[in-house]
C-alpha cells in the first residue's frame, strides 16, 4: 500500500500560509496539492499498434477472456483504467471529466467520452494494487481519435508496455518514435513480444534478439519479454514486470514536483501581493496636518486680539458719560426740589434711579458691541484660511458670539434688583442651568455684567461716597428761593461731578468687561481646540495602528516566503 502521508509536513505549512490570505489563487494551488496527495494514482499505460494484443493480454491478466473488446482491425478507442476492488463498479468520464455509471452494451464514443474506469476483483489486479492498469488504442494513424485519446494519456503514465505483434518481426519507425516520446515522460518502459503461440521458439528469440539490437542501437536498454495471451503465465510475468516499479518511489517523486511546482507559483503570488500592499496614511496625515494648523491658527490669533481689543474704551465711555448727562438733566426739576427740601436721600433715590437703567442699557449695548467686534476681528483671522477647514474656526467663533450675545439680550444676567454677586452665583441654580444650557458662558456673562448692575458696583459706591462732599459744595445753594436758579446751578456744577466721579469707574468696567469677553472666548475656544486635539490624537492613533497592521502583514508575508523558499531549498538537495 502506498504512504500518502510523506509530504503532509510541507503540505500542512501551505495550507498555513493559505490560511493567512483571502487568496484564489493560493487557495487553488494548495487544492491541486491535496487532490494529488490523496487521489494520484501510479498509471501503466498499455501501449502499441492496433491488433497487437493489448487488450486481449490484458483481459488474459484479468482472466477474462471477453471482458475487454477484441477484434482484428482497430477495436479499442477510448482508454480503459482497470484497478482493484473488493467491489466490483464501473463508470464512464466525458471529455469534461464528468463521471457517470458505466452502463454495459452502450457505444461510447471517443468524440464525447474521454476513458472509461473499471473496478474489478481480479487476481492480477490484486497482484499489483498499487498501480492502475491502463488499456489504450492503438498509435495507428488512420483513426485520429484514437491517437488523440492516447496522446492525452501520455503524461500520466508512470510506466508503459510495449505490446509488439510477434509476427511483425520487430518493431517499425513508428515504434521508435512512440519510444523516443515516453522516454522523456518515464525510464519504466519494458516491451512484450506477443503472440508467441504462433511462432515456433527459436523464432520468438529471433525477434527477441532483433528487437534488443535495434533498442541498443538507439541507446535504449529497456527489457524485451515473450508472451502470449494463452500462457499460463501471463499474470505473473505481467504483475513481475509491473511491480518491479517502485510504486512508493514514483508517487513520492510524483507529488515531490506537484508540491514543488505549486508552492512556486504560491511563492511568486505571495511576492506579488507583497509588491502591492502599500502602507497609506495620507487620509490620517491630511487630518493631523489641517487639525494642527488651525489649532496652531486659534492659539496665535487669540493672544492678539487679547492686546488689541483693551485699547481705547474712552470713546465708548464718553458717549455713555453723554447719555448720563442727559438723563440727569430730564430730572433736574425734581432733583432741584429735594436739594430744597435738604433732603439728601432723595436726591440720592433721584440720581440712583436715573442713572441705572441708562447704564444697564449702555452696557448690555456695549457688550453686544464688543463681542460683535471680537468674533468679527476673529473671522478676518480666520476667514483666509482655505477650503478644507470648513466647519473651521470662523464658525465656531460666530457661535460662541451668538451664544453670548443671546445670553445678553435676553437679560439672562439681570437678577434681583439688589443683583448681588453672591446671589447671582445661588441663582446659578438647576433652573438657570437648564435655562441656559448650563454651560460656563452664563457664569461668565452674568459675572461681567454684574460689575456695573450690581448693587455693590464702583460707581454705585462713587456717588454714595461723593453725594455728601458734592452738595457740601452747593451749601450756599440752601435756601435760595430761586427754584430756576437751583436747577441751572444742579446742571452746571451738580452733574458734572457726578459724571465726573463715575468715568474711571465706568471705564474700569468697560475694560473688565472686554476682558471677560475675551476671557469668553479662551474659555470657548479652549472648547473646541480640546475637540480639534481629540481628532488629532484619533487621527495619529489609527495611523499608529495601520502602521502596526502594515508591519504586521509584511512580516507575516516575509515569514511565509522564507518558509517556502527553505522548503523548496531542502527540496533541491
Ligand atoms: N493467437 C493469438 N491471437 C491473439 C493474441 N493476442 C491477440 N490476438 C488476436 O489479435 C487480434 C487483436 O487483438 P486485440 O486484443 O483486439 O488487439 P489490440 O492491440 O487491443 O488492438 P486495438 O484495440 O485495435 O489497438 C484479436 O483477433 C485477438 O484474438 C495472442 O496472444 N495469440
Ligand atoms: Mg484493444
Known sequence: MLLRTNFDEAIHTLEEINGHYENEGIRNAVNLILQARDEYELKIL??????????????????????????????????????????????????????EAFVSGRKYLPS????????????????????????????????????????????????????????????????????YEISEYSENIVILVNKCDKRIDSEVAEVVESIEFILDQHGFDYPVYSISKYDDKVIEKVSGIINGIDAQEEYDAAIKDIVSANAKNILEILRVVSENRFLDTYEYDEIIRIQERKKELAKKSFETKRREMG????DDVEVVIEKVKSALRTRSDEAARAIEN?????????????????????????????ITEISKSFQADFSNVSKEEERGLDEIVMDIAAKVQGLIQSGAFLTDGAGREGALEEQDSDKKKSENGGNAIYKLVTAALSIVTGGTVTWVEAIIVLLPEILAGLKCLFGESNHSKLIKQYEEMVIPQITNSLWPAIKESFENNIETMITIFETEMGN??????????????????????????KKMIAGDIERIENMMEAYND
Open 528 to 553: 473646541s481646540i480640546d475637540s480639534i486635539t481629540q481628532l488629532i490624537d484619533d487621527a495619529k492613533s489609527k495611523k499608529a495602528r495601520s502602521e502596526e497592521e502594515y508591519e504586521a502583514f
Open 342 to 370: 435738604r433732603s439728601t436721600e432723595g436726591l440720592q433715590a433721584i440720581i440712583l434711579d436715573t442713572i441705572r437703567p441708562v447704564l444697564i442699557e449702555s452696557v448690555k449695548e456695549f457688550s453686544v458691541e464688543k
Open 311 to 314: 485699547e481705547n474704551v474712552d
Open 46 to 99: 498499455v501501449v502499441g499498434h492496433f491488433n497487437a494484443g493489448k487488450s486481449s493480454l490484458i483481459n488474459s491478466f484479468i482472466e477474462r477472456p471477453e471482458f475487454l473488446e477484441v477484434d482484428l482491425g482497430e477495436t479499442t478507442a477510448l482508454a480503459s483504467e482497470l484497478r482493484y476492488s473488493e467491489e466490483e463498479k464501473a463508470f464512464s468520464f466525458d471529455k469534461k471529466m464528468k463521471k
Open 112 to 179: 464525447e467520452y474521454d476513458h472509461i474506469s473499471y473496478y474489478l476483483k481480479a487476481n492480477g489486479l490484486k497482484e499489483i494494487e498499487d498501480f492502475v492498469i491502463v488499456d489504450t488504442p492503438g498509435f495507428d494513424t488512420a483513426r485520429e481519435d484514437h491517437t488523440r485519446a492516447l496522446a492525452s494519456y501520455l503524461g500520466y503514465g508512470v510506466g508503459f508496455i510495449m505490446v509488439v505483434d510477434v509476427q511483425k518481426g520487430g518493431i517499425d519507425s513508428q515504434i521508435l518514435n512512440y519510444l
